[in-house]
């Protein structure tokens, strides 16, 4: 029999610590908004089931049905609220999930293999990609047309002047 592929799971939040003492959980989200979480039930794969979620200075404040108390919310810091990838909605045209994007080799325009994409981040402008050399040299480019014309499912594909 084969093995059944296993699903890749995507963070959407972290658990940064308890919100007062009824066992409600702070969250630093992943997914820009407060509704990016509400379009989910549950967690890790069942583990934990959100009862209620709001807005919250700099993140979100969630409830799970199976925290009771503070204890066992502070119990939960630095876990990651996961769910499958195929779980997320479907994209439009030019847009991307950034854990599809890592992980994915990256090409020169010149045809020749620049590395792995090991990173997106934001720091504020757009996303930029962070790319690792097989020398294990990093650098990073801008994710945006002139420096990334298109990427698809299986590489990135790197204007050549972007590649330092």
Known sequence: MAARPVT???????????????GEVRLK???GEVAGLKAHKSFNGGALTITSVRA???GAIARFAEIADR????KLRGTELTVPRDALPP???GEYYHTDLIGLPCISTEGGAVGTCIAV????ASDVLEIERPDGKTF???????AVPEWSDERILI??????
């Open 159 to 164: 204007e050549a002047a972007f590649v330092q």
């Open 71 to 74: 204890t066992a919310a502070e």
């Open 140 to 146: 990073m480019v801008p994710m945006n047309a002139p």
């Open 29 to 31: 989200l992943f997914t």
């Open 91 to 93: 994209l439009g045209e």
């Open 8 to 22: 890749r799971q995507v963070t959407l939040a972290v658990v940064t610590g308890a919100h007062g003492v009824a």
């Open 121 to 124: 981040e934001n720091f504020g």
């Open 56 to 58: 919250g200075t700099g």
